[in-house]
């Protein structure tokens, strides 16, 4: 699989990368494990901080990981590697290494112990915000601390998932800046 | 502007218009006054109770509607209309009416006092599930608990928020459904 060179980006312009509601890999590690999982129930909650929220269903072995561990990274796969994507959210962190058994190349984070994927198109770091709803919602409350995207392409196609082993895949982009009052944008 | 004629759809299913993303909506009413806000920080949380989060700035008009009326309707537009959801991001509903003013048709819900807007291909009503981060985070949980969608187009052409005024449109759709364990459909 190609990997991409990710370059720094200011972490409070992430929004342009997930509020479009891409598919992500998030990555884990606690005391010598690691995992990686496929995750689509996410949203962006602030700049300034930046804060992104995700829903972790407990039964997942990346569930225990984030909560031990307090930190994530989001990693933001292109529609080349779906096929990856799919195997990844098809089995288990407590039976395999999926890095190893899907051919993921790892970069240690800069501020934070969870790889970051070469394979992907940019890698958010996260540290936890607010734990608080995670026992009652599976819901993680994450700064991001860190940002890398690649320049080539200039936007990546990602994918959006609909449900039963179906994908929407970006198309192209639009602007109507010139509609937007100068405070909105 | 082209009115669509929604049909009944399974609560539980709605993660298929919601999950990739897409900019909604949403539409509150309390004590004779209403609003619609264009909305692009929102996630799935659940298939049964259907569950659905957003965030809405508290300096938003709908923001009061929503916590007093604890229902809303999220109501999905798609392309075609891109100019009426920018106007809608760009305005205030505490100086106009913008269902009016923007030309949007509204059919009452019919869980919800909310309003349903006719312009859009889907209408999903909800009810305040969980309120107890709206304060802290301006995190509204939701149940969705009527859904209402277009036959026709078979899948919406929806538009997603990259920030700067920039959208991204919604591609061609790709099936990986024959990789998926069964139980992961």
Sequence with gaps: ???YRQHPFPVEDVRRFL???PIVLVSTAWRGQRDVMTLGWHMVMGFSPSLWACYLWNENHSFELAKRSRECVINLPTV???DTVVRIGNSSGAEIDKFASFGLSTTPGEAVAAPRIRE???SFECRLHDGSQINKHN???WEVVRAHVAHRPKTPRT???RGDGRFMVSGPDISRKRMFLPEML
Tied chains: 1, 2.
Aim: charged fraction near 15%; glycine fraction near 6%.
């Design 1 to 3: 699989m190609k990997q």
């Design 19 to 21: 509020e479009p509601g």
């Design 80 to 82: 080349d590697i779906v």
């Design 120 to 122: 992907c198109w940019a």
């Design 139 to 141: 819901l993680f409350i």
């Design 159 to 161: 994918v959006h998932y």
